[in-house]
């Protein structure tokens, strides 16, 4: 009994280890759109390079929410995720509704993050798969 006491703790406590070197691939870093990728037809569309300013997310790991800045708008809301299959879900994003040049960068952001349901890490990348129009990919600023 006494085997299984400790067994069961040191499971828990190496869990508990991983679960946070995870989190902190996803939490607490500023991702900068790169690209994204018609769900469709595969095609890729590069983030414009003259655009004055870079889209960005960000995941905290305090009450869930995710930070939104895009060229001319920002906004927040909430997000749910599992680090073992790799399932996300965004909520409750509200943002401002400035228009201006490039501005459809940010919707195409914003709509597919709200139909979001899996992200995968390669190194500095996070790639945010949705059932929407477009695959969303960032890099780590």
């Known amino acids: 009994m006494k085997k299984i006491a400790i067994f069961s703790f040191i499971l ?3 869990g508990t280890g991983c679960k946070k070197t995870a989190d902190a691939d996803l939490l607490k870093v500023k991702w900068v759109l790169s690209y994204i990728q018609d769900t469709k037809t595969n095609a890729i569309k590069n983030y414009p390079s003259d655009a004055a300013r870079k889209i960005s ?3 905290t790991d305090s009450l869930n929410a995710i930070s939104f800045n895009g060229v001319c708008n920002g906004g927040w809301g909430t997000y749910s995720y599992s680090l073992g299959s790799g ?6 994003l509200a943002t401002t509704q400035i228009g201006c040049q490039f501005g459809e960068w940010e919707g195409y952001t ?3 993050l709200y139909t979001a349901f899996r992200y995968k890490i390669n190194e500095s990348s996070l ?3 949705s059932n929407g129009a477009y695959n969303l990919y960032f890099n780590k600023d």
């Open 12 to 14: 828990i406590l190496v």
């Open 57 to 59: 997310i960000d995941f």
């Open 87 to 92: 399932s996300i879900q965004v909520t409750d």
């Open 110 to 112: 914003i709509q597919n």
């Open 127 to 129: 790639e945010i798969y």
